[in-house]
């Protein structure tokens, strides 16, 4: 659980007694706060960051609390804001909702209740990134299936064995094979990478191996190719499903012989490097459908490792959006950070370009993005959309009669997912809005799919 202690708490008010009353509680529980009787002197400090969550009065002299909401808002900074009144009504409830408050208190209330719901939007609001991330080489991780390659990695790269990396699109297949070398006896040696779909078929067997001068029209001088350049080290092979049955058959002769010819050679050359190769596709169905050979893709695959992808790998959103926005903020500013809630509607959107597609998703909000948190409200829309389902037909609606139990469950479903969009994505926000236990709402929207959050 993210600590609170840390996390700086501002109360605004007029009333000399009802600041310094509010700032003993809080303090009493361990927690950072102050007040300020003046709201235009507290706006720009909270709009600049100072705090990390904001407890309002509603009905202050010199600035009520919905303009002080309305200012902090339309500079852009989506601090969480408690509002804490003993005029409370109807209306301003709902306005109050309607600003996106984190929480609305109407008084009398009990200390112990206070401190309770300050802790909670702390919570709910705190960085969102778990304490000590693996890594491995250039690679970092939070998640259990990552760690457990990690730890197979160390084990398998100082031996000399083949490796066949498998994995999606952009789940880090070619930063795993640099990790197997580094983390090997050859780390001191060469490491050569060839991209088996990115140079032409004609083009490829003189890239591996190397031509003589004159071996075909253009070859002006010989040319020492991956194979030999790679030497004692290591070479990756990625894409190694593209290649055609021809070079298929060369590269299992080089794998038994150990020897290579040059392009227009009579030379045999000794290979010493070590093969780590890697592909997106499904290498056995290629094997089954006779689009691979079975004697080589045997030979390639020594050892396997498969990459989860992204969406199988929900310990690592966080981690690696944060890792990547530490990154990408180069001119001095301290990096935003991504709140627990933001990072539960990550965790439900499937990823289909993987870790690249995440890395592409921190560096537009590095650049785009103003301000000290990442909040559910400010993640693009196709994230959103997902984690909140695409409404469908009300079941009553329906012109076909379903199960009751089913009609329940749609009903359910809508009725949450829109709750969950008036709150802006904000859990315990929708639990009050629906006027319902926090745990009970947690674990029927869980149950439906619309947060991950493995806490809950
Ligand atoms: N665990 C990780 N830690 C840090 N960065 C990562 C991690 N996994 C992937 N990346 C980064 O994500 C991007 C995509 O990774 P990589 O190129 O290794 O994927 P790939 O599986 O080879 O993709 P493709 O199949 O498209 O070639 C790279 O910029 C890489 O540095
Ligand atoms: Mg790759």
Redesign the pocket.
């Known amino acids: 659980m993210a600590k609170t202690s840390r996390q700086k708490i501002l109360f605004i008010d007029d009333i000399p007694a009802l600041c310094e009353e509010m700032v003993d509680t809080l303090r009493g529980e361990h927690l950072d706060a102050e007040s300020n009787l003046s709201p235009l002197d507290a706006i720009p400090k909270v709009v600049q960051g100072d705090y990390d969550l904001v407890i309002t009065g509603l009905v202050i002299a010199e600035l009520g609390g919905f303009d002080i909401i309305r200012r902090i808002r339309g500079a852009g900074c989506r601090v969480p804001i408690i509002m804490v009144t003993g005029f409370g009504t109807e209306q301003s409830a709902i306005e109050a909702a309607r600003l996106g408050v984190a929480d609305y208190l109407t008084k009398p209330i009990e200390r112990k209740e206070l401190v309770a719901r300050v802790r909670r939007v702390l919570v709910e609001h705190a960085p969102a990134v778990p304490e000590r991330p693996k890594s491995l080489a250039?690679?970092?991780?939070g998640d259990a299936k990552?760690n457990a390659i990690f730890e197979k990695v160390k084990t398998i790269a100082p031996t000399e064995s083949r490796v066949l990396i498998l994995?999606e699109?952009?789940?880090?297949?070619?930063?795993?094979a640099h990790a197997i070398h580094q983390q090997s006896k050859r780390s001191k040696e060469p490491y050569v990478e060839v991209n088996c779909a990115a140079i032409p078929a004609n083009l490829l067997e003189s890239e591996l191996f190397g031509h003589e001068e004159g071996a075909f029209t253009g070859a002006s001088k010989r040319r020492v190719g991956r194979f030999e350049t790679a030497g004692k080290g290591t070479i990756f092979l990625?894409e190694i499903g593209e290649l055609s049955f021809d070079l298929q058959s060369k590269l299992l002769h080089v794998l038994d012989s150990g020897k290579f010819t040059r392009v227009g050679g009579n030379n045999d050359l000794k290979s010493h490097a070590r093969l780590v190769s890697?592909t997106?596709r499904d290498l056995s169905k290629e094997v089954a459908q006779g689009r691979f050979r079975a004697d080589l893709y045997y030979r390639l695959n020594v050892i396997s490792i498969e990459?989860p992808p992204l969406r199988e790998r929900p310990g690592?959103i966080g981690i690696?959006a944060q890792?990547f926005m530490n990154q990408f903020v180069t001119d001095g500013r301290q990096p935003p950070t991504f709140t627990t809630s933001a990072v539960d509607m990550m965790k439900v959107y499937p990823w289909p370009g993987?870790?690249?597609e995440l890395?592409n998703f921190a560096e537009q909000l590095a650049v785009l993005h103003q301000g000290p948190r990442i909040e559910v409200t400010d993640l693009p829309s196709r994230i959103v959309q997902h984690a909140l389902g695409v409404p469908h037909a009300s079941p009553t609606e329906s012109a076909e009669r379903i199960p009751f139990r089913k009609a329940k469950d749609q009903f359910e479903k809508e009725y949450l997912l829109k709750v969950i969009q008036d709150a802006n994505g904000n859990l315990a926000e929708g639990a009050r809005l629906a006027d319902m236990d926090r745990g009970q709402f947690y674990r029927l929207a869980k149950r439906h799919g619309l947060t991950t959050n493995s806490d809950l």
């Open positions: 250039r690679m970092i991780s990552m994995g699109t952009g789940c880090g297949k070619q930063l795993l990625d890697a997106n990459l690592d690696l890792h993987n870790v690249r890395q």
